[in-house]
């Protein structure tokens, strides 16, 4: 599943985020220390040091805002978040060739193993502000070009083959990080997912009016209240028995 989830951090957020990045003595070290294998060859960027505090006050922020987000925890079902790292792509270092995202990984924060179910990039500088610099994401017969406002984020399968463009102008800076869902299966989170949004459509269209019908025959009495309406009813109860059924906590 690809999901654009707008407004993740508020402009108040993305103006400390940038003050901490943007500062002469924030510090970056080179993007290869945390990669495998794989990326070794291809991976030229830099990344902000985890165990420095810019990226702790970061993380607790990026966190904090994660939370608070509905749409976040109904598209991933967290189980666990590996802690947000952050990125900078630009001059020599600007560019991430095609990789995969390994499958199991260990935060150095938390020492805490997470299985790469879902891989997020939280955009942290608008796209005026850098040429290229696109994540392209290969789909089946196609490929997914991502490059957002900041504040938004992008949420996509940690199985697909993806890079980072090169970026020929200014700079790229990004938070990244990993989820372990509940829901394993990408069909079933997007089965859920779809089930949660047509529900919320439906409790907000009966919430428009109060009934789910607004004849105003004063002989007949068909509204049915919101909170007794069954077919609401019934549908949450068989989002919560699907999400009973498959989530492992």
Known sequence: MFLH????LTPDEIHTARSL????DAPWVDGRSSAGGQALAHKRNEQLAQDSAPSQQLRALVLAALQRDALFFSAALPKKIFNPLFNRYSGESNFYGDHVDGAVLRSQSTQQWVRSDI????????????????LRIQEAHSERLVKLPAGDMVLYPSSTVHQVAPVT???RLASFFWIESMVRSTEQRLLLW???MNLLQLRSRIGATGNTNTNTNTNTNTNIDIDINPAVV??????HNLLRMWADT
């Open 5 to 8: 989830l707008k407004n993740i």
């Open 21 to 24: 990045l943007d500062a002469d």
């Open 119 to 134: 891989s997020c990039t939280l955009f942290l500088a608008d796209p005026d502000e850098y040429d290229g610099g696109e």
């Open 169 to 171: 102008r200014g700079a």
């Open 194 to 196: 779809n089930m949660d």
């Open 234 to 239: 019934g549908l949450t109860g068989t989002y």
